[in-house]
């Protein structure tokens, strides 16, 4: 079955520290590859996402590369501010099978930033 | 911009009890979903439901649990006896469609806790 491997958390960074989360998922064929950003108290949110090899996904100065040869898509910022503290998921649907395609995520990395 | 809702944000039940968590997907929007997320661990799916009938589950998703949309706005996770193990965030999304790539917007969440 499919499945997503992200780095164990907790992540903490100073304030404009360059910010780095692995993510690598196993799938078969292509499948579309989402960020996703938990806020504390607040839901998942859409933060990025990539459709098929060598997209890059980008929002909010986060960037993330679909690496096909790798199986990754690994989250990075050049510089987080403390507002970046949250909860980051990693998360794939599949490409093929059907027309409703659920979400799988990675366990979560959690970042704090701190001033 | 349009958001999913859920209510409520917090419900505490006793164990055995019947449970509905109640979420407004976004008006437009034809697919909808169900996750959970038990304390550290990972969010999982449960449902997926479209055109009035569940499209896919998963293994959680036994004959206690149902969904329903009663009405044009609503869609509803019923649990009918809950069990210790239910106490989760639960949450609620939707898509505009069923194609590859196509992202789900989240609800906030409800955080059942089962005595």
């Known amino acids: 079955g499919n499945s997503v491997t992200q780095m164990e958390g907790p992540v903490t960074l100073s304030e404009e520290a360059f910010l780095t989360i692995n993510c690598t998922y196993t799938a078969t064929g292509y499948p579309s590859l989402f960020w996703y950003v938990q806020y504390p108290g607040e839901g998942l949110q859409l933060l990025l996402k990539a459709t098929k090899a060598d997209d890059k996904g980008s929002n909010k100065g986060f960037e993330a590369t679909y690496r096909k040869e790798t199986t990754s898509f690994h989250l990075e910022k050049g510089s987080v501010q403390v507002s970046d503290s949250a909860v980051y998921f990693c998360?794939?649907?599949?490409?093929?099978?059907?027309?409703?395609?659920?979400?799988?995520f990675g366990k979560g990395t959690l970042l704090t930033v701190n001033p | 911009e349009p958001e999913v809702t859920q209510t409520p944000s917090h419900q505490v039940t006793q164990m055995g009890q019947e449970v509905i968590l109640r979420c407004v997907p976004i008006?437009?929007?034809?697919?909808f979903y169900w996750y959970r997320q038990i304390l550290g661990q990972k969010v999982e799916f449960l449902v997926s439901f479209y055109n009035n009938e569940i499209s896919e589950k998963s293994e959680i998703f036994d004959d206690q649990f149902s969904v329903e949309r009663p009405d044009g706005s609503n869609f509803t996770l019923k649990i009918r006896s809950t069990k210790l193990e239910d106490s989760a965030m639960y949450f609620c999304a939707s898509s505009a469609s069923g194609l590859a790539g196509q992202p789900q917007h989240f609800g906030d969440g409800t955080r059942l806790s089962i005595l």
């Open positions: 998360a794939l649907t599949p490409n093929s099978g059907g027309s409703n395609y659920k979400l799988t």
């Open positions: 008006s437009n929007h034809l697919y």
